[in-house]
DNA sequence: TGACAAACGGAACTCTACCTCCATATCGTG
DNA sequence: CACGATATGGAGGTAGAGTTCCGTTTGTCA
């Protein structure tokens, strides 16, 4: 029932791949400026295709959701990846990897109002990356620690509590400008004193 | 047309004065189990009034969304000035009134859903009191800064950053339980090294 | 190129939640 | 106590948003 292009599954016609491109770059545009209650209507007249065909490829509007919400922690873990194999001290690594994670929602900010109101539908969609980004960043926070970067009290959990404070203030129009500061403030808050 | 018992005012009748308070309470404790979709319906049956109460005391459910709110600002600028009262280094003073106010949060779950996507009319309701808490916190800021207490470059928005983080926390279930620990953090970030 | 399956479009259905309306009940005062 | 003003209750109007359905179009493959 699942309409994602995987291996080992009929290969999708061609005019369905585009639309399915389409539909996920037109959520993006429509959710970034309405947030949560933008509407699948607009999204499909934004895709320049029909709402069917919106539902053809997304079961329900949750599941488009947790399609935007999977690719941003894809993201995410993609910086972590690169900011380790730029090497250095890891407790900095990761650091560096968190501004660009905050670089990346603020041109993204569909996924962030998507997710400062989450659906357990949502989640579920993408746990497997939640899951990889957690194992990633913990491997960081070891070394950071250990060099003496990182408080020595920090902790994997400390990331959702900080990167999601972040998003809060980014997802409200008049705190928004002032993102990069309270990422200041946040990431001195995770260094050692 | 404003329902609220106000000086040289005609005062409400009793009846209405005692569902008034009713409706309030109920609100909070609707808006807290549901969050920002919780329905008029079920705070007039938690409250256990007819809806056209609740609408005769509310014109609509952002004025209902409003009075919470505003009471909310209320709160923590009593905070301030207690703390201030209380004496003592005006940057631990700040400190410890933030403590309290999220510790205000906690209990008053139902504002804190609501704020997490306020709309420009609930904000309408209260800007007098945000005016009142930034002033307050302005001169504990500006003392904390003299005596060393708080970092060099703190500002009054940084509040607003720091708590609304604090809020988005509470607001997500599964983060809730660490919000003391997302307080610690944010605390120490506001510091002077 | 012809035929079949896959994909599409968008009108219409349905469900939900805010809000209105007015007949009825209650309060406060002379 | 009686009477006018005020307040109440809750059924139903209304509007908006998610989803379905099916006749039509388009891609693919032999």
New interface residues.
């Given amino acids: 029932m699942t309409h994602v292009d995987q291996p080992n599954q009929p290969r999708m016609r061609a005019d369905a791949r585009r639309n399915r491109e389409r539909i996920i770059s037109a959520a993006r545009d429509v959710f970034e400026a309405a ?2 209650d933008a509407q699948m209507d607009d999204v499909a007249a934004a895709a320049g295709v029909g709402v069917g065909t919106v539902y053809r490829h997304f079961p329900n509007k949750d599941a488009l959701i947790g399609e935007l919400v999977r690719q941003k922690f894809e993201h995410i873990s993609r910086f972590l990846a690169e900011a380790k194999a730029e090497g250095g001290d890891p407790g900095e690594a990761l650091l560096r990897s968190l501004t660009r994670s905050a670089e990346q929602m603020e041109l993204d900010m569909a996924t962030q109002h998507v997710m ?3 659906s357990p539908a949502v989640w579920a969609v993408c746990a497997g990356c939640v899951q990889e980004v957690q194992d990633r960043s913990g491997e960081l926070i070891a070394g950071g620690i250990a060099s003496g970067t990182l408080r020595p009290d920090m902790q994997v ?2 990331i ?3 990167m ?6 980014m997802a ?1 129009p008049s ?1 928004r400008p ?1 993102w990069r ?2 990422l200041e ?2 990431l ?3 260094r050692a ?1």
């Fill in positions: 947030g949560n400062s109101q989450p959990s400390d959702r509590l900080i999601g404070g972040i998003a809060s203030t409200d705190l002032s500061r309270h403030l946040a001195d808050s995770l004193r």
